[in-house]
């Protein structure tokens, strides 16, 4: 893509009436001062925006993604914003506030443009309302005083600067567009609005991108105008994913609630302890971890329990008592259904994971949901209860329930897919089920599923919290992300902890996990069910042993962030399907129903949505398709 | 009177956003807020010498604080028992800072008010404490002022906060906007209540009576703001029926405290020449030149609203190396 570059600066360009600009962006202004140093600067800046992947830094740290090229741009989008809001009776604006469902905020470009869409829903850009005079005051913009600001000039040379741009307008006053080499408008321009809310999903970066031959491959005729499905990271710079020119480095969000004197001295106790571990002092951790256990029983409230877990599995790790494993498994599943009651971390990942299948799955007659994480099937009763009741009757729906083997020999997988069979019938739902064992997720193929052609039915995969467990062996993700692909899904939801647990270095891991599960341990305080609580805390306390005692294959709560999987993901072939504001909004709707509702947060984060505790994020739901995966019209 | 061009789509985002968030019937679309709004965790890994932490300072009221931290130096990051250590230097500011946002608007986690503050920090040396405090509509005048309250007890009663010079902590109070009133308001509770402050900085703070001022008049939609926003925003946060010449808005009105007399902080007053309230931030530094108080005036003549969001300005700079000597100043 070219920049617009030397022809940016009026001084370089003899037709433009202004000359310098101290460009922070790359605009030149209509002062007449003639200012060497500060056009120079100008060039200066525009490098420097070049080589961090043309992202401005300044607006990157503030949380938006925005190309300095297309500054410009996004700037005339707000101003036309601005403009048509000011004609749009009332209902237009509350529209865009209450029907509208946004998506990912940080991606201005593609936010605004889907606000022009909604307001202005003729396809045809040359038609959109276009103000014949900029709505700005023209006195912000001209006679500046200071060589050393920029200015948006909206003089008709402008059209000389977008030599390559195809549309101008040949008032003198009008803002210019950028030309529909920024082919979202080239995608604009064809007809038929989804009547259903259908992601607009083109296999590339948002209208910025500047690259027609990689947009022309994609093909859709829906233009849902609230989303772009489109991986900006990947055309970004795939090593920053998820990151906008800051820091890729982990950062380590910590919230205290009790900064009680016993507290402290607990964690300095367990910090020199795993510290011991790790140098291999093992007399020293073992005179630490009692004093520990006996520091622990004087402390009150979420502490305790955190160091009481901790402790111990620090103690298996010098005794080398290592955890069984793996853990009987209907006992875990019967620890997991007092987490499900007790706090809203399992209810938010089914929940949010189920909005995002719903919306892949619109208007599809045949679904096939591919469940890594049957365990009890608790995800699956309320998506049978929306799918019944949407508009124009439920799909066929088809679920796949894949599972360790149990214990007892029965056969739990087929319990669970009884009852919901039962379930769907209640609801008329036409209902087929298989379950599978399997020891691992690694152990699957695409053969085995009996996956029926694409065009007959669609196909969802879900994952909660079962990825991390395959990094405990080489090869195991790539395997099984391998084996996703050939599924062919609509869509890929992922529900992971919000976490590095996973570092090489012990420490590190034993530090992070310390953090988090304080965390976690705080947020369990305001159940009411005690007992319910105390079985969450076990459910929990098991993790934290297998973190810290574990190594090898048997350490399976590798736990990674958002980031590690974005660019896990990226990089074998995903890319985002953004989560939009009603999800949130219902996410946190959600949360209100929980005692201690008022620590929860739902955040939104480039397009996923993440639960935390006040404001320590916790966990994260991403949902995610083939890059190069077209999106079939009906 | 030219800005920046990512200044003006910051700003202009804002306002966008805002829009579609304050509904006509004075209630506030919150999960959209909360949506939109640009959020970044607090870190307690030094990022240029530099940690943060969240602390839950009232149970109660979930009132959160964010609080950031030079590293001492230290090569090694702080772990969960050491972001309270207490502070090594002779003399350290502890700048309690409210964020701006019109009472309605805004976290102590925004990543607009992450950065400024994480810019104090290191401007003044100093340790920054910003409040998570409660907003309006859904919590009213005077919840605001009480959290601002609620954390100043806080931070004065951190013993690892004392400076060692005297053993006391160090207090200023700053905010911008509404943050700048609640700066004001907080510092007339802890003048009553013998708690020491040291200075108050209020950047663009937000004031208003019921008359129109000539510069509301003038400047009415010009940059960025409108009156009927303004009025939109005390409506919701002053109490029902309360009109605008409330003490809350209009600390010099007719129903507003005299200060004659009264150990009130010294303060420095930042004004934005394109602010359409700025009529009632000068009337604010007058009141408290007439009542005897010590007040510098920055009168920033082409400054917008939000100018100290991005370090591209010269007005920024300005700021910074004022607030710098204003801080250190106590020395």
């Not at chain 1, 700037?75 to 809001?85: F, G, H, I, T």
């Not at chain 2, 640009?38 to 009132?63: E, Q």
Request: charged fraction near 20%; aromatic fraction near 8%; glycine fraction near 6%.
């Amino acid at each position: 893509m070219k920049r617009e570059h030397p022809n940016l600066h009026p001084r370089l360009d003899p037709a433009s009436a202004g000359s310098s600009s101290s460009g922070y962006s790359t605009m030149p202004s209509v002062n007449t001062n003639t200012n060497d140093d500060t056009s120079c600067k100008a060039k200066m800046w525009e490098d420097d925006a070049q080589a961090d992947g043309g992202m401005d830094e300044l607006l990157a740290v503030l949380g938006y993604k925005v190309r300095s090229s297309d500054m410009v741009e996004v700037a005339q989008k707000l101003e036309q914003l601005q403009e048509v809001m000011g004609h749009v009776q009332e209902d237009g604006i509350s529209h865009l506030a209450c029907e509208t469902v946004h998506y990912n905020p940080s991606d201005l470009s593609t936010w605004l443009e889907s606000m022009l869409s909604e307001l202005n829903p003729n396809p045809n850009f040359d038609s959109v309302v276009m103000p014949a005079q900029p709505s700005i005051d023209d006195s912000f913009f001209t006679h500046p005083e200071s060589s050393t600001i920029t200015s948006i000039d909206f003089a008709d040379h402008t059209h000389q600067r977008h030599q390559e741009q195809r549309k101008t307008n040949k008032h003198s006053r009008d803002v210019v567009f950028e030309d529909s080499s920024s082919s979202d408008y080239d995608l604009k321009a064809i007809p038929g609005k989804s009547v259903f809310a259908q992601p607009h999903q083109i296999d590339s970066s948002s209208s910025s991108s500047r690259d027609p031959k990689r947009l022309k491959s994609a093909t859709t005729d829906h233009l849902y105008p609230a989303a772009a499905a489109a991986s900006s990271s990947s055309t970004i710079g795939a090593g920053a994913a998820g990151s906008f020119g800051v820091s890729t480095e982990s950062t380590r969000p910590v919230v205290l609630v009790d900064s009680q004197e016993n507290g402290i001295r607990l964690v300095h106790l367990l910090m020199a302890c795993a510290e011991a571990v790790q140098e291999n002092n093992l007399t020293v951790a073992e005179a630490l971890v009692k004093q520990i256990g006996f520091l622990a029983i004087s402390q009150a409230g979420a502490m305790r329990k955190v160091a009481t877990y901790f402790a111990e599995a620090l103690a298996r790790r010098i005794y080398r008592l290592y955890p069984q494993s793996p853990m009987d498994h209907s006992l875990s599943d019967i620890l997991q259904m007092h987490f499900y009651e007790t706090c809203p971390y399992l209810k938010f990942a089914h929940f949010t994971a189920n909005q995002a299948i719903l919306e892949a799955f619109e208007g599809k007659k045949r679904v096939h949901v591919i469940d890594f994480s049957m365990n009890q099937g608790m995800q699956w009763p309320a998506l049978l209860q929306a799918l019944a009741l949407r508009p124009g009757g439920p799909p066929a729906f088809r679920l796949t329930g894949i599972g360790p083997p149990s214990h007892d020999n029965s056969d739990h997988l087929q319990e669970v897919g009884w009852k919901l069979a039962q379930l769907a019938e209640t609801i008329h739902v036409e209902f087929e089920y298989r379950g599978f064992v399997a020891n691992s997720l690694a152990d699957l193929d695409a053969s085995m599923l009996e996956l029926r052609p694409s065009e007959f039915e669609s196909v969802a995969v879900n994952s909660v919290f079962e990825l991390h467990k395959l990094l405990a062996r080489p090869g195991a993700i790539e395997k099984v992300l391998s084996v996703v692909k050939q599924m062919k899904p609509e869509i890929v939801t992922i529900v992971e902890q919000e976490a590095n647990h996973n570092d090489s270095v012990f420490l590190d891991r034993f530090t992070e996990s310390l953090h988090y599960y304080s965390t976690l341990f705080d947020s369990l305080e305001g159940s009411v069910s005690t007992q319910d609580k105390v079985m969450s805390e076990v459910y929990l306390g098991k993790q934290i042993c297998n973190i810290v005692a574990c190594e090898g294959p048997d350490r399976i709560e590798r736990h990674e962030t958002l980031t590690q999987w974005r660019t896990r993901l990226g990089s074998s072939g995903f890319v985002p399907v953004h989560l939009g504001s009603n999800a949130f909004k219902q996410a946190s709707m959600l949360l209100a129903l929980f005692a201690g509702g008022d620590g929860y947060r739902v955040e939104e984060n480039n397009g996923c949505l993440m639960l935390g505790w006040h404001t320590r994020p916790l966990i994260a739901t991403s949902a995610w398709r083939l890059a190069n995966k077209q999106v079939v019209a009906h | 009177m030219v800005v920046p061009l990512n200044t003006w789509v910051l700003i202009s985002n804002f306002k966008l956003a805002y829009n579609l968030l304050r509904r006509p019937d004075g209630t506030f679309n919150r999960h959209l807020a909360e949506f939109l709004d640009r959020k970044v965790p607090a870190n307690a890994k030094p990022v240029d010498g530099i940690f943060s932490f969240d602390v839950v300072i009232d149970r109660g009221t979930s009132l959160l604080s964010r609080i950031y931290r030079l590293t001492d130096g230290e090569p090694s990051q702080p772990n969960m028992a050491e972001l309270e250590k207490p502070v090594s230097s002779e003399v350290v500011p502890v700048i309690i800072f409210f964020h701006g946002g019109s009472f309605a608007h805004s976290s102590a986690n925004s990543a607009i008010y992450d950065t400024l503050c994480r810019r104090l920090v290191g401007i003044c040396k100093a340790v920054v404490v910003s409040v998570n405090y409660r907003r309006a509509p859904e919590n009213r005048y005077p919840c605001a002022y009480d959290d601002g309250w609620t954390a100043l007890k806080w931070v004065n009663s951190r013993t690892w906060l004392e400076s060692k010079k005297d053993s006391k902590v160090h207090i200023y109070l700053a905010g911008d906007s509404s943050g700048g009133n609640i700066a004001h308001h907080v510092a007339l509770r802890a003048v009553e209540s013998g708690i020491d402050i040291l200075g108050n900085i209020l950047l663009n703070p937000m004031f208003a009576g019921q008359e129109r001022t000539e510069s509301e008049k003038r400047l009415d939609g010009k940059y960025f703001v409108t009156l009927q926003d303004r009025d939109w925003y005390w409506r919701a946060f002053l109490p029902e029926g309360a009109d605008r010449d409330h003490p809350a808005c209009n600390p010099f009105g007719p129903k507003g405290k005299n200060l004659k007399g009264v150990k009130f902080p010294k303060s420095l007053v930042v004004v934005a020449g394109l602010d359409l309230i700025q009529d009632w931030q000068l009337a604010y530094v007058e009141g408290l030149k007439k009542a005897g108080q010590v007040v510098k005036l920055l009168y920033l003549e082409q400054a917008t609203i939000g100018f100290y969001l991005l370090p591209n300005n010269n007005h920024f700079h300005t700021v910074m190396d004022e607030i710098s000597k204003f801080v250190s100043s106590n020395c």
